[in-house]
């Protein structure tokens, strides 16, 4: 039997959360749900940044069960005597629809391929998966068992469930106000609030993304004014847990000549002091390419780990010998506040990070609510 296309209905389920969300950001349409439904669907949300794969098995079950209301969703493999093939289905159509309405939450390809939800047992209340969060994982088995044991609406789920993934999402509730006093901006104050942005102790993943886009945002400025960058490109921020490899860059931050030929790139390591091994790795990424500067730069201080700072320059003096890149070992903190000098205006670095920061949320989720509301109180009470 042919497969039917769920995207119509995924579509009008959306709408319909829309319309939801624009009357009375959907209170009603939740208050109304079955009070152990509704505080699962609230766990589930509120931690959907850290649980991408939950939020795409949940709604690719959800979804399945409405098109086809005799399949018991728990049997998600086609191993499982009477299931269906949840992996498939979900690549074939979920994660497209959640990459076009909720990008943040997108997997690249399938919840399936986390670990802890490919098993080959079905999604009853003793599924053996080790999701990281045990409340996720009882809340999402519990939606489950809600629709096939209790026949809960799983129409209804959805809705409410897209509700609260519109109002998590609004990037309006997070949109930054940009300083307008640019005389309050000094070097001082910059370096003292990035240093506050970077090593506040956040409860979520995504901190070591924000030196690399301070990084990024110096050179969009040093790559115009610069004499040594004229007629270099600056390549596009790349997703922070992209391997190089499968990205085709040399670094975090990467510059190329006119040719498209690797001219300088900066690898970018937080709270972690550079080794001998990460020297290495570096020249691996390099090695074949023409780049003539590399910078790892690390947030640690020191910034070299005890006892290596001896074959650490051996092996910088040996490649620049051998290959002629000059590979340079530094602290970040130390090179922000060297290139911060060098601008002539370093408010437009305030401004840069800021829709750099801005952006990276609105695309990924590396970047999360914390690490956006963290610099907004930086901003009113550093430069306001």
């Not at 629809?97 to 009853?124: C, I, N």
């Not at 670094?251 to 006119?258: C, N, Y």
């Not at 091994?277 to 690390?298: A, G, H, W």
Request: glycine share 4%; hydrophobic share 35%.
């Amino acid at each position: 039997m042919k497969e039917e296309n769920p995207l119509p209905k995924l579509k009008e389920i959306y709408f319909e959360a829309v319309k939801e969300v624009k009357k009375d950001k959907g209170k009603d349409f939740i208050e109304k749900l079955d009070i152990d439904l509704k505080d699962n669907l609230i766990l589930i949300t509120d931690k959907s940044e850290s649980f991408k794969a939950v939020i795409s098995v949940l709604i690719t079950s959800l979804t399945k069960k409405i098109l086809n209301p005799k399949q018991d969703i728990r049997l998600h493999k086609v191993e499982l005597n009477g299931g269906y093939s949840g992996r498939t289905f979900d690549t074939k159509y979920i994660t497209p629809f959640l990459k076009e309405k909720f990008t943040r939450l997108s997997m690249k390809e399938s919840g399936w391929l986390t670990r802890s939800l490919e098993q080959v047992a079905p999604f009853d209340l003793n599924f053996p998966g080790k999701i990281r969060d045990s409340q996720v994982k009882k809340a999402f088995l519990e939606i489950i068992n809600s629709v096939e044991e209790k026949k809960s609406n799983p129409n209804k789920i959805l809705i409410a469930l897209f509700i609260l993934l519109i109002n998590k999402t609004d990037h309006k509730k997070l949109k930054i106000k940009h300083i307008k006093n640019s005389d309050s901006a000094t070097i001082n104050l910059i370096m003292e609030s990035l240093h506050k942005h970077f090593f506040t102790k956040y409860n979520v993943s995504g901190a070591s993304r924000l030196p690399v886009i301070a990084l990024y945002s110096i050179y969009e400025i040093l790559i115009r004014d610069l004499k040594r960058y004229s007629g270099k490109k600056l390549l596009p921020l790349k997703s922070h847990i992209a391997s190089d490899k499968k990205s085709k860059d040399i670094g975090d931050v990467t510059i190329v000549d006119k040719e498209g030929s690797f001219f300088e790139g900066v690898e970018v390591k937080h709270g972690i002091k550079i080794d001998k091994i990460m020297v290495d790795d570096s020249f691996e990424k390099l090695k074949n390419t023409e780049t003539s500067r590399y910078y790892l730069l690390s947030t640690s201080d020191p910034n070299i780990k005890d006892g290596e700072e001896g074959i650490i320059k051996e092996t910088v003096d040996a490649i620049r010998e051998t290959h002629g890149c000059e590979i340079i070992v530094n602290g970040l903190m130390n090179s922000l506040k060297y290139y911060l000098r060098l601008l002539t205006n370093p408010s437009e670095f305030i401004e840069k990070y800021t829709e750099n920061l801005e952006k990276d949320f609105a695309k990924t989720t590396e970047i999360k609510n914390q690490h956006v509301e963290v610099w907004r109180e930086l901003l009113a009470k550093n430069f306001s």
